[in-house]
């Protein structure tokens, strides 16, 4: 690359990131519904004309934002458990779920961008799949290790929701119990309810201790999804019932 030509891409990559970081205050500021190109455009000091260069339409800029905001989340989640990596099942989902809480209570407009009130008038394109993925294939590669190893107690499942539990195991991690898989399909969405319940109010004057009334939820949750072998200690109490599975 020429020398111009790499000072060209410094220059785009710059003005990308001011772009961003802009929409990023307007979303705390106004929320994502009323994020402005325009606006955008006017605080930078730049025409509107010339930021449609870097992002054609709004859409294509809230988008760039749910990406990097699914992106930071799932790194910050993945370099959590690495550091727990050698530790039990339940450790290492409770280290996931708590570092899930601390990015989000970290970033709370990020937070709102991806998992709370959908914006009118936009749909998430396809591209943002493997961002928003990071947190959950992370949890299910801990009960997958689980399951191959210790081995998971499996949950108890209606008989009424067995074809939809096969369903849902076949879409998203064929190698796991039907039971398991939707154990963990609801113990994500109680996961991010619960982040959400904290951040947007919804526990003020209910809950005070909130961060050992998350640890033990979380804790909970792993459980709720068959890790009970081997019952780890300091993440509360673990729970136990079903049938055992495993290699």
């Keep these: 690359m020429s020398t111009a030509r790499g000072a060209r891409a410094r220059a785009r990559t710059e003005v990308t990131a001011a772009i961003k970081d802009e929409a990023r205050r307007q979303l705390a500021k106004e929320g994502a519904a009323k994020l402005s190109l325009r606006a955008v455009a006017r605080e930078l000091g730049m025409v509107s004309s010339a930021l449609y260069r870097y992002f054609p339409s709004r859409d294509d800029l809230l988008t760039a934002l749910i990406i990097d905001a699914y992106d930071s989340l799932g790194e910050s989640a993945e370099a959590a458990h ?53 947190v959950a294939l992370l949890l299910i590669g801990i009960v997958r290790d689980a399951h191959q190893g210790v081995g998971v ?30 154990a963990l399909v609801a113990a994500w969405a109680q996961l991010f309810g619960l982040i959400g319940f904290e951040l947007f109010g919804q526990f003020n004057r209910v809950v005070e201790d909130r961060e050992a009334f998350f640890r033990h939820a979380a804790a909970q949750l792993g459980h709720d999804v068959g890790l009970v072998f081997p019952q780890d200690t300091g993440t509360g109490g673990a729970g136990s019932g079903g049938n055992r599975s495993g290699s």
């Design 82 to 134: 690495e550091k727990a990596a050698d530790a039990g099942p339940i450790r290492r989902w409770a280290t996931v779920c708590e570092a899930v809480r601390g990015w989000a209570l970290a970033h709370p407009h990020e937070y709102a961008l991806i998992y709370g009130s959908p914006v009118p008038g936009y749909a998430a394109p396809d591209s943002t799949v493997p961002a928003a993925s990071r």
């Design 153 to 182: 107690a499996l949950p108890r499942l209606p008989a009424e929701l067995k074809p939809e539990a096969r369903r849902l195991a076949q879409d998203l991690a064929p190698d796991l119990p039907p039971e398991v898989v939707t």
